[in-house]
């Protein structure tokens, strides 16, 4: 079975100032991962995604993350936030390779930028 | 081109009433999904399909049946509403053979049960 975990239910960060949001899986397969944003009232949108390859992505709107195997994490970074950026974050990881392509997501990650 | 479509947007039900969330999709996507979002808890899955006239439950489908009749279309029901019930419903489809696994959702229904 897989999972996701997202340990910070919240990031209160000020403008400018660089973010880290942490994302761990567990699997007994390989795995694509993702990152989601959900800006407030609306559907998930895609930020950046895993699939193969380079270890760093780079995504939408200057977001970046790097894949680390080994410590089974997938962390999203940016070097300096928005105001526009206040959204809630979702990391989610599918088996490489699957039949339904079925997301496991984790809680979400609440960034709040501050002025 | 709408993308991923859900109505109602919004809905007030008492327990025990019965409704259908409809979920329309214009990309000739395969693979379409069903997703409660609850505080603290993230995205959920209910069922899904990956194509037409097929469906199979996800991680939380107690409550709740599906179909698929139409590739374009998958609807959510709920044949006796609780109040565990009240979330906040999106759907999402994804292609398949592209290589991309990306899920396009759609902007959600917010579900009340009284």
């Known amino acids: 079975a897989q999972s996701v975990t997202q340990l910070d239910s919240q990031v209160p960060v000020f403008e400018e100032a660089p973010v880290e949001l942490r994302c761990n899986y567990s699997?007994?397969?390989?795995?694509?991962l993702f990152w989601y944003v959900q800006y407030p009232n609306q559907g998930l949108q895609l930020l950046l995604k895993?699939?193969?390859?380079?270890?760093l992505v780079k995504g939408i709107n200057g977001f970046e993350a790097e894949f680390n195997k080994s410590q089974t994490s997938f962390h999203l970074r940016k070097p300096s936030v928005h105001i526009s950026d206040t959204a809630e974050y979702f990391c989610?990881?599918?088996?490489?390779?699957?039949?339904?392509?079925?997301?496991?997501f984790g809680t979400g990650t609440l960034l709040a930028v501050q002025p | 081109n709408a993308g991923v479509t859900q109505t109602p947007k919004f809905r007030v039900l008492k327990t025990g009433q019965s409704m259908t969330l409809l979920c329309a999709q214009d990309m000739n996507h395969e693979y379409m999904y069903w997703y409660r979002q609850d505080p603290g808890m993230g995205l959920r899955l209910i069922h899904y399909?990956?194509?037409?006239?097929?469906?199979a439950k996800g991680e939380v489908p107690d409550g709740y049946n599906v179909s698929r009749l139409k590739k374009q279309n998958f609807l959510l029901g709920l044949e006796s509403a609780a109040p565990s019930q009240t979330s906040v419903y999106f759907c999402?489809?994804?292609?398949?053979?592209?290589?991309?696994?990306?899920?396009?959702f759609g902007p959600g229904t917010r579900l009340t049960v009284t």
């Open positions: 989610a990881v599918t088996n490489y390779g699957g039949a339904t392509n079925k997301l496991i």
């Open positions: 999402a489809s994804t292609a398949t053979g592209t290589g991309n696994y990306e899920q396009y």
């Open positions: 895993y699939l193969s390859g380079s270890t």
């Open positions: 399909s990956v194509g037409e006239g097929t469906t």
């Open positions: 699997s007994s397969v390989s795995v694509y």
